[in-house]
C-alpha cells in the first residue's frame, strides 16, 4: 500500500483517534535522520503496516471515545450555497469514525457555490435515493441560493419528508431560513446569520442571537465560521463530548482572530453601521420570500 494509495478516510482514522502522536514521531524520526539528527522516536511504526496495526491498538485502548451505532449524516448542497457553510461542519464530520455522510442534491451533476471562484461540490446521492432515518439532517445557508431553494417544491418536499424520521434537524448561517420555509422550525428556538436572525419569527421560530442555539431534536448555527462550533456541538449530542474534543484538537482550531469584530456586540459602531447597511436589500428580500411563503403555506405553520 502506498501513500498515494492511502485515502484521506483512511488517514483520518490514523490521526483522529489518538494516533496523532506516533504519526508526528514517525515523520519527526524520518526528517531526523535525513538531517543526521539524533531524535528518538521511540516505538513509533516505520511503515504503513506497523502503522495500522497500532492504529487498531489504539482503536481498542480509546474505543469510548467512537463506541456508538453508526452514523448517517445527510448534507443538503445546492446551486449558491456558501461554501464555509458547507465545509465547515463537513471537515468536523468526517473525522468521526463509524459513519456514512452523503450530499444530496436532486440530481448528481456538480454544483456551483456562491462567488465568482466558484468551487463546484459534486453531490453524492439524490432525493429520491437518500437513506430514511437520518441521524443529522442539515441544510447550509448561502445567498442567493438560498431564495431558489426556499421556494423550490422538490426541495421543501424532500425536508419535509426527511424531517419526520431524522434524529436532528440542522443548519448553518441562512440554511435555517430553508428549513423555516419546510415549517421545520415552527414552535422552535434557531438562529441565523445576525442581520437576518429576527425574520424567521415569519416561520413560527422564536430567534436567538447566538452561536449555536439547540432546541429539542433542532440544532441551527449562525453565521459562516459557526459551523464548525455546530459540527463539534453535533459531535458531542451524537458520540461524546470527550470525542468532540479530540476532533478540535485533531483540527487544532483554536481561534485567535486579528480583531474583535466577529459579532455585531462587539465591532466597531462604523464597521457594524457599513455591513448592516449593506445588508439591507437582502434582509428586505428574506423579509419579502418569508412572509410569500407564509401566506401560500399556512397549514406548514399550524400548531
Not at 424532500?158 to 414552535?187: D, M, P, R
Not at 458531542?236 to 483554536?254: F, K, T, V
Request: charged share 20%; with cysteine; aromatic share 8%.
Amino acid at each position: 500500500m502506498t501513500m498515494n494509495s492511502m485515502n484521506r478516510r483512511y488517514f483520518s482514522k490514523v490521526v483522529v483517534v489518538l494516533g496523532i502522536s506516533t504519526l508526528l514521531c514517525g515523520t519527526r524520526g524520518a526528517a531526523s535522520k535525513e538531517s543526521g539528527g539524533t531524535t528518538d522516536t521511540g516505538n513509533a511504526p516505520e511503515n504503513l503496516e506497523e502503522m495500522e496495526s497500532q492504529h487498531m491498538e489504539v482503536m481498542q485502548k480509546y474505543g469510548s471515545f467512537m463506541s456508538g451505532p453508526k452514523l448517517t449524516i445527510g448534507m443538503v448542497v445546492y446551486p449558491g450555497m456558501f461554501l464555509l457553510d458547507l465545509i465547515g461542519p463537513l471537515t468536523v464530520f468526517e473525522a468521526l469514525m463509524n459513519r456514512e455522510i452523503h450530499l444530496i442534491w436532486k440530481n448528481l451533476d456538480p454544483v456551483k457555490s456562491e462567488g465568482a471562484a466558484s468551487i463546484p461540490i459534486t453531490p453524492t446521492t439524490t432525493f429520491i435515493d437518500c437513506p430514511k432515518n437520518l441521524d443529522l439532517l442539515f441544510v447550509p445557508g448561502g445567498v442567493p441560493g438560498m431564495f431558489s431553494v426556499m421556494e423550490d417544491p422538490e426541495v421543501i418536499a424532500f425536508l419535509t419528508e426527511q424531517g419526520k424520521s431524522a434524529k436532528y434537524i440542522s443548519s448553518v448561517c441562512t440554511g435555517s431560513f430553508i428549513l423555516g420555509a419546510a415549517g421545520l422550525l415552527n414552535g422552535y428556538r434557531a438562529t441565523s446569520y445576525w442581520s437576518m436572525v429576527d425574520t424567521l419569527r415569519e416561520f413560527g421560530a422564536t430567534p436567538v442571537r447566538s452561536r449555536v442555539v439547540i432546541d429539542r431534536n433542532r440544532i441551527t448555527a449562525g453565521g459562516v465560521t459557526a459551523g464548525i462550533d455546530f459540527g463539534l456541538k453535533i459531535v458531542a449530542q451524537l458520540r461524546n463530548p470527550e470525542y468532540a474534543q479530540a476532533i478540535q484538537l485533531y483540527l487544532e482550531y483554536d481561534p485567535a482572530p486579528p480583531y474583535n469584530s466577529g459579532s455585531p456586540n462587539k465591532a466597531p459602531k462604523r464597521v457594524k453601521e457599513f455591513i448592516s447597511d449593506m445588508s439591507l436589500g437582502l434582509n428586505k428580500m428574506t423579509v419579502t420570500t418569508a412572509k410569500k411563503i407564509r401566506k401560500l403555506y399556512p397549514q406548514r405553520f399550524k400548531g
